[in-house]
């Protein structure tokens, strides 16, 4: 079968013919629907820190899968074949780092790591639901502790950042959205966010209690440190640039408490699934074809995707 690898920093993804996998004992093999395409795809390209993170090389990518399961491996329970499933990406055999990904036709996963997916809920919002869903919701949900009236800025409204700031509405918060691109200010007010500015300094004067920074280009974070109101809260979700130089008086004079947010776990995307199946969130999707994988992680490298790609594969 064809797969999407990678084999290098500055190197470009090679379409290499590879053995179908098999279900070792405990795993299943995952006929792929869809996989979402990630910044992460993108540092990965090009960034030799992030080379620490892989098991192998070449390795397939693609770390938001989902699809119907075709195979099952000895001891595996609960599971058959003809079940429609996603894979929890954040585990200790994430794919597309510890073991081949989704960009390929099928892949393997451990049982323990599978979610099912909801009537209700499609193979793409399925994708999205894990890596992109699953890291917003834990960061408005559990490290922001955002609930009813809590006043919360969203810096970024790409892939992650229109999830988290809808389930902050849905959570009856009062939502503040700082993006580069104007062309998203209508977006931020299908979403439910109150305004819309380009830099999160302009809302210094809205008296902040959260600001969850989904863009992370070191200067957005220092930013959010800069103007959190008094005992608040800044969330670090994005990986735009893996450094920041924060401001130590703001830090301290604010009082400001500052966290990472990485990921989550298979309960954080039921939630979200639960969520897309009764209609609150609906996350914007662009599709793309298999083979467009490699131009689409161009497009987000150039910041010209609205919303998340997800790269339809094999039929449904």
Known sequence: MRAWQFTGTGEPLDLAEVPEPVAEPGEVVLEVKAAGLCHSDVGLLEDP????????????IGHEVAGVVSE?????????????????????????????GGFA????????????????????QAAVGTD????????????????????????????????????????????FVAEVNPKLRALAEEIGAKRFVADV?????????????????????????????RDGTVVLVGM??????????????NQCRLVGSNGGDIADIESVYALIAQGGLD???TAIEFDEIPDGLGRLHAGAVVGRLVAHIGTD
């Not at 820190?49 to 397939?60: E, V």
């Not at 210094?204 to 800069?226: H, N, R, S, W, Y």
Request: hydrophobic content about 45%; overall charge positive; aromatic content about 6%.
């Open 240 to 253: 735009g640039r893996l450094e920041a130089t924060i401001d130590t008086k703001s830090l301290i004079t």
């Open 105 to 124: 036709a099928k892949a393997t996963a451990r049982h323990a790591d599978l979610v099912r997916i909801p009537d209700g809920v499609s193979f793409a």
């Open 283 to 285: 996350p914007i999707i």
């Open 72 to 100: 099952v491996g000895a001891g595996v329970t609960g599971w058959q074949v003809g079940d429609r499933a996603a894979i929890c990406p954040l585990t200790l055999t994430m794919p597309g780092y510890y073991r081949d």
């Open 132 to 175: 992109a869903g699953m890291t917003s919701y834990r960061a408005v949900v559990t490290a922001g502790n955002i609930t009813a009236g809590t006043r919360v800025g969203i810096i970024g409204l790409g892939g992650l950042g229109q999830i988290g700031a809808r389930v902050a509405v849905l959570r009856g918060a009062e939502v």
């Open 201 to 229: 300094r302009d809302l210094a004067d809205e008296k902040l209690d959260v600001i969850i920074d989904f863009a992370g280009f070191g200067t957005t974070t220092a930013a959010a440190v800069d103007i959190i109101h």
């Open 49 to 60: 820190g992030w080379l620490s993170l892989l098991a192998k090389r070449p390795i397939t």
